[in-house]
T-cell receptor, first 111, second 114 residues
Framework: DAGVIQSPRHEVTEMGQEVTLRCKPISGHDYLFWYRQTMMRGLELLIYFNNNVPIDDSGMPEDRFSAKMPNASFSTLKIQPSEPRDSAVYFC?????????FGPGTRLLVL | AQSVTQLDSHVSVSEGTPVLLRCNYSSSYSPSLFWYVQHPNKGLQLLLKYTSAATLVKGINGFEAEFKKSETSFHLTKPSAHMSDAAEYFCVVSVRRSNYQLIWGAGTKLIIKP
């Protein structure tokens, strides 16, 4: 199994631009989680899905952030417009029966 | 409510000596417990997990952890540290009733001295 796949691995963009992060979960997993990690705040849960349905998005910082899961094998996290304070590493994780497996992360830098 | 406390923010050991990273948890229900490791500028890797089977759990890279319900602890140990063990370690609790959300400890940075 290839594990959780995230793309791109690195993204550098300018303030105001739209950023789309992508995630392919492990096949057969029924939960998908999006996290953000920064030095200041550590690891934060942004949103999670169960069977493609968003369950809790209370961690999404503001309306500039949105996430979708159109099918069981794909999810996106979109930031529009991006701001420098969005610079972080964004992780996607998927799970079945409680054990979460993480992707390698997307390192986002907003200039 | 669930919570996790990692008792040390930093632990420094010499190569070849034992490692002990301490973790205490609080949970109203039977928890699942995990240790994850994050090497510098890398992702989060599952080291081991406890899910109500054997209380002594063996993980990757020679690490193991013991679930002690009476002490509400889940300490991580390794008999002999290696330079490649230098990383940040996270103790995590998950409860089925909470849709398997993970409650993360603050992390312990393990430093290995040559």
């Amino acid at each position: 199994d290839a594990g959780v796949i995230q793309s791109p691995r690195h993204e550098v963009t300018e303030m105001g631009q739209e950023v789309t992060l992508r995630c392919k979960p492990i096949s057969g997993h029924d939960y998908l989680f999006w996290y953000r990690q920064t030095m200041m705040r550590g690891l934060e849960l942004l949103i999670y899905f169960n069977n493609n349905v968003p369950i809790d998005d209370s961690g999404m910082p503001e309306d500039r952030f949105s996430a979708k899961m159109p099918n069981a094998s794909f999810s996106t996290l979109k930031i529009q417009p991006s701001e420098p304070r969005d610079s972080a590493v964004y992780f996607c994780a998927s799970s079945l029966l409680g054990t979460q497996y993480f992707g390698p992360g997307t390192r986002l830098l907003v200039l | 409510a669930q919570s996790v406390t990692q008792l040390d923010s930093h632990v420094s050991v010499s190569e070849g000596t034992p490692v002990l990273l301490r973790c205490n948890y609080s949970s109203s229900y039977s928890p699942s417990l995990f240790w994850y490791v994050q090497h510098p500028n890398k992702g989060l890797q599952l080291l081991l997990k406890y899910t109500s089977a054997a209380t002594l759990v063996k993980g990757i890279n020679g690490f193991e952890a013991e679930f002690k319900k009476s002490e509400t602890s889940f300490h991580l140990t390794k008999p002999s540290a290696h330079m490649s063990d230098a990383a940040e370690y996270f103790c995590v609790v998950s409860v089925r009733r909470s849709n398997y959300q993970l409650i993360w400890g603050a992390g312990t940075k393990l430093i290995i001295k040559p």
